[in-house]
Structure formats: C-alpha cells, structure tokens
C-alpha cells in the first residue's frame, strides 16, 4: 500500500519554490505557517486550520533540528525534523511542507513571498518579527488559531511532573514496604 498519495509533499528549498510559482500562476492565495511542531498538539491544529482558511495553498516551514536546540534547548526537539514534517505533511489541510535550516523563516519568507504569513495567537500583528518583511512585498500578516492555551513546553512540564509524582509514590511504597 503506498500512503504517500495521502501526505502532502516535503520539499526542498528550490523545488518549493518552483511549486509556489506553479500556484501563484492559478491565481492562488499562498500562505506560510511555520513553527517547531516538536509535540505536536491542538493549538497547533488549531492555528494551522486558522492559516488554511486564509488562502488556497497552505505551505508549513519546520524548524530544522539544529534551530529548535537553539530555540528550546539542548534536550529538544523530541522528535527528528523529518517526522515532524511528516506528521504535518499527513494534515489534509496542508498542501507544502518544507524543513527551514535558518534561525529564523525571514529567509523562507523572502523567497516564498506568500499573500499570508500566518502567526499564532501569542503574537499580535503589531509584535510580528518578520512583519516589515512581508509588509515590504505586499503580502499581509494574519494572527489565527485559539488563544495560546496550549504549548508543547507546557505539555512536557506536565508529564514530567506526573512521572516525578509516580516516582515519588512508589518510592515511599518501597520504603515503607
């Protein structure tokens, strides 16, 4: 059974680019999303939904490996950058998928040049960092998702804390056997 029928394409840099020519050409309303997407959760759904419904071609910038130490910490990302791009790329709301290995999407968003980038909701449209950039061409920035209620950080403090809880009960059951 071949299932990559039903994943969006991870693309390289330059043949991104050609794909993004090919839909500018059709007249469709190209957009950008990007982030970490370590541990992946609802506010992510949420906020890519949100970017989705802002055009017609929704394409997601990963953050490479090597950037999301840099951003997060040594011990992140959980999960390799391409089964992080293939967990977004499964999204039936994305149409792109590509892996940026900069620091920050500036780079991807001057070459991609969409009509949208979309930011989550931790932003505001005044705080965007790459906002002149896009302003610059004359695309447009577009706050979407729920209000930031959710963050892998947040997710992975939880667990942590409930495995030091479980650790914490059987160590008292051992020692009061």
């Known amino acids: 059974m071949n299932l990559t029928n039903?994943?969006?394409?991870?693309?390289?840099?330059?043949?991104?680019?050609a794909r993004a020519a090919i839909e500018r050409k059709?007249?469709?309303?190209?957009?950008?999303?990007?982030?970490?997407?370590?541990?992946f959760h609802v506010g992510h759904i949420r906020y890519l939904a949100g970017a989705r419904e802002l055009g017609d071609c929704l394409i997601v910038g990963i953050n490479s490996d090597e950037q999301v130490r840099k951003l997060k910490g040594g011990n992140r990302p959980f999960m390799p950058e391409q089964e992080r791009a293939e967990i977004?790329?499964?999204?039936?709301?994305?149409?792109?998928?590509?892996?940026?290995?900069e620091p920050t999407?500036?780079?991807l968003i001057r070459a991609i040049r969409p009509n949208f980038h979309a930011k989550g909701s931790d932003y505001t449209s005044e705080n965007v960092p790459e906002r002149?950039?896009?302003i610059e061409y004359g695309g447009q920035v577009a706050i979407v998702g729920d209000s930031k209620n959710h963050?892998?950080?947040?997710?992975i403090a939880q667990i942590s804390e409930e495995?030091?809880?479980?650790?914490?009960?059987?160590?008292?059951?051992?020692?009061?056997g």
């Open 105 to 107: 999407v500036e780079e």
């Open 26 to 39: 059709k007249n469709k309303k190209i957009v950008l999303a990007n982030g970490c997407f370590d541990l």
């Open 151 to 155: 963050s892998s950080t947040n997710l």
């Open 163 to 176: 495995i030091h809880h479980r650790d914490t009960e059987n160590t008292e059951r051992i020692l009061t």
């Open 88 to 101: 977004i790329s499964a999204l039936k709301i994305v149409d792109y998928v590509t892996i940026f290995p």
């Open 6 to 17: 039903f994943f969006a394409p991870i693309l390289d840099r330059n043949r991104l680019l």
């Open 132 to 134: 002149e950039i896009v």
